[in-house]
């Protein structure tokens, strides 16, 4: 399975982009990279999912380079309620295998008035 | 549009006491997965079931038994509860083989073992 790195925290303020780093270097051919986020008393929420190159959603932007080895997870102008802590997880996308996925962590966003 | 249930969400036991966690999920996912999650933490996966009929150990399942009852229902039990398994547990589903393996989570059951 592949480890997943990301900050333990982050602050910003409303209106800001936001733009959170998972590092991912032993990311196996057929993994798929996916970002959940979560708020306090919640259970985790599907952000956004992509395999190479940059995908968008209505909610954000995910980019991932040629090598695959690191994916940033990018939040367009923040507001209050995007405090949450946000979840890579690295993993096949389909299969057997595929519910193996680690959560990690997570990176805690503040968002600041 | 009930999606993950999960029941009940507050639990108290006694150290030695058994109980039973129950899943169930209305959106014909053929996965199924159990995690718990410790203060400040982020989620371990405990056990899961990537269809009806199979069961399979995550990161942490000492201490833990699962039942896939049917398509529809995923139960976690604790034979003889300790301190150390107090957390939060999720239970989540997934749509499975053909598709994102987008994981959908209940509201989780707060447990808290005295």
């Known amino acids: 399975l592949a480890k997943t790195t990301q900050p333990i925290s982050m602050d910003s303020y409303e209106g800001q982009e936001v733009n959170i780093t998972c590092s991912h270097n032993n990311i196996a051919t057929n993994d798929y990279i996916t970002w959940y986020q979560q708020f306090p008393s919640q259970g985790p929420r599907f952000i956004i999912q992509?395999?190479?190159t940059k995908v968008t959603n209505e909610v954000a932007s995910l980019f991932i380079p040629a090598d695959r080895k690191s994916s940033t997870l990018s939040l367009p102008r923040v507001s209050l309620s995007d405090t949450a802590v946000y979840y890579c997880?690295?993993?096949?996308?389909?299969?057997?295998?595929?519910?193996?996925?680690?959560f990690g962590d997570g990176t805690t966003l503040t968002v600041k008035p | 549009n009930a999606g993950v249930t999960q029941t009940p969400k507050f639990q108290v036991l006694k150290t030695g006491q058994s109980m039973t966690l129950q899943c169930a999920q209305d959106?014909?996912?053929?996965?199924m997965y159990w995690y718990r999650q410790d203060p400040g933490m982020g989620l371990r996966l405990i056990y899961y079931s990537a269809s009806e009929g199979t069961t399979d150990k995550g990161e942490v399942p000492n201490g833990y038994n699962v039942s896939r009852l049917n398509k529809r229902e995923f139960s976690l039990r604790l034979e003889s509860a300790a301190p150390s398994q107090t957390s939060v547990y999720f239970c989540?589903?997934?749509?499975?083989?053909?598709?994102?393996?987008?994981?959908?989570f209940g509201a989780g059951t707060r447990l808290s073992v005295l």
């Open positions: 992509g395999y190479k």
């Open positions: 989540a589903s997934s749509e499975g083989v053909r598709q994102l393996n987008i994981q959908y």
């Open positions: 959106m014909n996912h053929n996965s």
């Open positions: 997880l690295v993993g096949e996308r389909m299969g057997t295998n595929a519910g193996k996925s680690t």
